[in-house]
Antibody
Framework: EVQLVESGGGLVKPGGSLRLSCAAS????????MNWVRQAPGKGLEWVSS????????YYADSVKGRFTISRDNAKNSLYLQMNSLRAEDTAVYYC??????????WGQGTLVTVSS | DIVMTQTPLSSPVTLGQPASISCRSS???????????LSWLQQRPGQPPRLLIY???NRFSGVPDRFSGSGAGTDFTLKISRVEAEDVGVYYC?????????FGQGTKVEIK
């Protein structure tokens, strides 16, 4: 059974940093691209970042470019999102999602990031 | 960026009746490889999104056949043939033809 479990969310002050993790199981993690998608409270979905299976290709939304860094450790079956210079508008539930060639077939339950003083 | 526009934003439906959601993209979603990477996702209250339909009309594993997708180019439709109580939630279209991937605003399906 495919499972994606996010962790690392919490309350952080504006300008602070946070590192999210996504632990994958039930599939060959190293064969899939992975993504982060976020959802602000009461709002819609926003794609944040993508990373290819071997980390050769990485993409970011303009809203996070230069502040967020996506990475993965295939030996640990884990996906990460390093978030720096956090702003109030980064407050959201962050989901990791498996990418089966341009479709997001499995999603985690999400982890809440709150940026507030 | 490709803008995805859904209509309606809210759809009150009687149980057992059909529902239809439209999604229009600001440019063609046909990729250079010939595929159209348009997906539909369902988000039930308090749950993460769930893939329903991919590449316009392909139902994902375990998705009931009352859900169907159609369309081409820039105009796409999700249809629910007979709405059931478990279908309540927000439905999103999503394009993965060109970065950045983008989503529609979401359509809330609720029971009348």
């Amino acid at each position: 059974e495919v499972q994606l479990v996010e962790s690392g969310g919490g309350l952080v002050k504006p300008g602070g940093s946070l590192r999210l993790s996504c632990a994958a199981s039930g599939f060959t993690f190293s064969s899939y691209s992975m993504n982060w998608v976020r959802q602000a409270p009461g709002k819609g979905l926003e794609w944040v970042s993508s990373i290819s299976s071997s980390s050769s290709y990485i993409y970011y939304a303009d809203s996070v470019k230069g502040r967020f860094t996506i990475s993965r450790d295939n030996a640990k079956n884990s996906l990460y999102l390093q978030m720096n210079s956090l702003r109030a508008e980064d407050t959201a539930v962050y989901y990791c999602a498996r990418d089966l060639i341009r479709l997001f077939d499995y999603w985690g339950q999400g982890t809440l990031v709150t940026v507030s003083s | 960026d490709i803008v995805m526009t859904q209509t309606p934003l809210s759809s009150p439906v009687t149980l057992g009746q059909p529902a239809s959601i439209s999604c229009r993209s600001s440019q063609s979603l046909v990729h250079s490889d010939g595929n159209t990477y348009l997906s539909w996702l369902q988000q039930r209250p308090g749950q993460p999104p769930r893939l329903l339909i991919y590449k316009i009309s392909n139902r994902f594993s375990g998705v009931p056949d009352r859900f169907s997708g159609s369309g081409a180019g820039t105009d796409f439709t999700l249809k629910i043939s007979r709405v059931e109580a478990e279908d309540v939630g927000v439905y999103y279209c999503m394009q993965a033809t060109q970065f950045p991937w983008t989503f529609g605003q979401g359509t809330k399906v609720e029971i009348k």
